[in-house]
């Protein structure tokens, strides 16, 4: 066994280890962390297949901020995992049969991948291009038109995440935007005068004397 397949193995198993640790772990922190740990191996794995691109990619966007954003979310949250469980096992023979089914459905497309022989050798010139630049051409080029569908569904997930966080609920506060864009300066300050009151300090009264008292010590 030669040094690539050994390492091969051994980020493999660190991979399904720790995305069984995903769905099985208890606290939603430590399964964040677990998946901060599987997308490392994942990365690790296409380096491997020389694809520097998607595994830089895969550290910066996932790792780096998605799931940063993730961990500081469910810290915040304080989610009661709890109240999640109340109904996990009359769920789980449903959810058991749709991941049986899903994996089943990755086999089948991903078999035909393994009947093709051994791997085109790219030229001189695509190897100095390098990797990135010959992504690039390919996905602006063959497959333009999926990727600017994959932008709308992006675009259209957007706006609706902004229209749900601005919906008026009972327990939030929402913002009208077209009362905030039709505010003027004179709505929100007015500056008026008045005249100045001055207040005259009064003298005390000097306490009366008690009876009995006036004619001095007995």
């Known amino acids: ?8 193995y051994i980020f493999s198993a660190v991979l399904l280890a720790s995305s069984f640790g995903v769905i099985t772990a208890r606290s939603t922190v430590h399964a964040a962390l677990f998946l901060v740990l599987a997308f490392f191996n994942a990365s690790c794995l ?20 998605v799931m940063v954003l993730f961990l500081f979310v469910v810290m915040m949250l304080d989610i009661n995992t709890e109240e999640l ?27 035909g991948g393994f009947s093709h022989g051994a791997a085109p050798v790219a030229d001189a010139a695509a190897l100095k291009a390098g990797n990135t630049r010959l992504l690039g051409i390919e996905v602006y080029t063959n497959y333009l038109y999926p990727l600017q569908i994959a932008a709308v569904l992006l675009l259209v997930a ?26 003027r300066k004179a709505d929100r300050l007015r500056i008026v005068k008045m005249a100045p009151t001055i207040e005259v300090a009064s003298v005390p009264a000097a306490p009366a004397a008690e009876p009995g008292k006036e004619g001095g010590k007995a």
């Open 158 to 183: 957007i706006i609706a995440a902004i229209a749900l966080t601005l919906r008026e609920r009972k327990d939030s506060k929402a913002i009208d935007p077209n009362l905030a864009l039709r505010a």
């Open 1 to 8: 066994m030669t040094t690539t397949s050994a390492l091969f």
């Open 85 to 111: 469980r109340v109904g996990f096992w009359k769920a789980f023979p449903l959810a058991a049969l749709v991941g049986v089914l899903i994996a089943l459905e990755m086999a089948l497309v991903l078999m």
């Open 46 to 65: 296409w380096m491997m297949l020389k694809a520097e691109f998607l595994a830089i990619t895969l550290v910066l966007v996932y790792v780096g901020a």
